[in-house]
């Protein structure tokens, strides 16, 4: 059995509840578009980190970020409150996740090296 299970676990339940609270109970347009990618709770689980993106990519995430890290901070921990079986709820500090855009990024890199090799070849 691995040393953090319960922490991995509870991480999973929070990211499922806490995807569920935005969509279904968050009305804020501004959040619409946001999607919870991983959330990883501390040893003590007094707090976790909420790793999220934003769609389309990147627009508002400095927004969003402060909105939820903000006034909404305290509606979602109560929500989850309700939903989870804990005897406390984490702090919740969300992140933007830049995985995704990084991603992008270098994919796009990796292309344009592509295509500048191919388009070498050819004057050969």
């Known amino acids: ?4 299970a319960r922490t991995e676990r ?8 806490l995807a569920r609270i935005l ?3 968050v009305r804020d347009p ?18 976790a980190k909420v790793y999220f993106t934003c769609f389309p990519i990147d627009e508002d995430s400095e927004e969003q970020t402060s909105l939820l890290n903000g006034p909404l901070a ?3 921990r109560q929500a989850l409150a309700h939903r989870v079986r804990l005897r406390t709820v984490p702090h919740l500090q969300f992140v933007h996740d ?3 855009s990084r991603g992008e990024r270098l994919a796009s890199l990796i292309e344009g090296v592509v295509a500048t090799e191919h388009g ?3 004057f050969d």
């Open 30 to 47: 501004r959040l619409m578009p946001v999607t919870v990618q991983e959330v990883r709770v501390s040893r003590d689980l007094a707090h």
């Open 23 to 25: 969509r279904e109970e």
């Open 120 to 122: 070498d070849e050819s």
């Open 98 to 100: 830049e995985s995704i």
């Open 10 to 17: 509870i991480g999973a339940e929070l990211q499922r509840e």
């Open 1 to 4: 059995m691995k040393e953090y």
């Open 74 to 76: 305290g509606f979602l």
